[in-house]
């Protein structure tokens, strides 16, 4: 993540840590199946489970290569900007979640347009499917990593979050009244507004001028802008 932990914060082990990407991708994966399964729109486009997973690998590899380069221009250090060190993150520890979650979204979109499939769906699928993983990620990294309230407070946020798509957001989005791609807009809004949050408050109440925190805020602006686009003033079509 992106917080500088206490010095005195145990670190969590690398190969345990890639464990929980594996798992929480695997979240993400079931999540995905059963959100576009039988998908009336995907049918009608004749979009395939096939070219869906398609999408989610080639999404999730581009996101974990702008994760790490986010992390490494945030927080430089001397072995980062050596092949290795770049590359080798289990050893060199340090991902991005804000350059995980906006580089995803954009190459996403990217990929949608040019393999001609409904990008709005696909972001919020994909959105919501992602919402499934983050309780998990944080809670472990939590859990094995010692006392951080950045990890803890995200866990509750995020849980919070997910239980009011379940309950709220997604019974909405079924019934038509939250419109294609306003769902995954409005994910990316209230992610980039907690973080905000979040890195204030972790931060003692001082703003860090780090790459991730000024990306945050034109993220915000766009993706809020869009979602009130999107779902009032936008035609709703399919």
Known sequence: MTQEQDSTRKK???QFFILVLLFCFSIFLFALYRFSQDDFVFIRKAVS????????????????????VFYIFSFPKP????????????????LSLIGSVFGGAIFL???CFYKKIPAGRMLDF???????TLPVGFIFIYLVGGRA???????????????SNIFIFHPLFTKGKIK???LGLLFLSIFSL???????????LKFNYSLENIILFPGLIISLSLFIYKQFIARKSY
């Open 149 to 163: 309230s950045y990890f803890l407070i995200s866990f509750i946020f995020y849980i919070i979050f997910l239980v």
């Open 49 to 68: 489970m096939d070219t869906i997973f398609n999408a989610a690998f080639s999404v999730s590899l581009i996101s974990l290569m702008i994760s790490r």
């Open 126 to 132: 994909f959105s919501e499917s992602l919402l499934f």
């Open 180 to 182: 294609d791609g306003a």
């Open 79 to 94: 072995v980062f900007f050596t092949f290795l060190g770049s590359v080798l993150f289990p050893y060199f520890p340090g």
């Open 12 to 14: 969590p082990n690398m």
């Open 109 to 111: 979109s990217i990929y």
């Open 194 to 204: 907690f973080t905000i949050i979040i890195n204030i408050f972790t931060a003692n």
